[in-house]
């Protein structure tokens, strides 16, 4: 693989819809995507086989993870959820986030909804 310089803000800059993640590479198994959330469209979720790590390029978003603390993340925050573990994220205001996940990891887990993306979905902004 040849090496590459990817700006995360201007990815973020060309994405068309919220909570609609774009692929702008990959790490051996792993995707590394943007997307821009905003409202609380993600269902409750969990990734039964993938742990997800998310950093906050800009914003605030509100983590929520079932039976524990709901939290703030803000900009240049890092939170891994563990696989197995049932979240939700959402943002008052327009968040703009990166996440690492496994080529296998389903974008909303457990959950389909309107808002759930196939593989394919993800690398057209």
Sequence with gaps: MKSIRINLLDECDDLKS???PFIVSEIEDMYVKVAK???DDIPWHAHEKEDELFLIIEGEMLMEIHKGESF???KNDLFIVPKGVIHKVSAR???RIMLIERKTTSHTG???CSITKSIDQQKIK
């Design 110 to 112: 457990n959950e389909e």
């Design 37 to 39: 959330i905003k409202g």
């Design 93 to 95: 205001e327009e968040c």
């Design 72 to 74: 703030a993340l803000r």
């Design 18 to 20: 919220y909570f609609s």
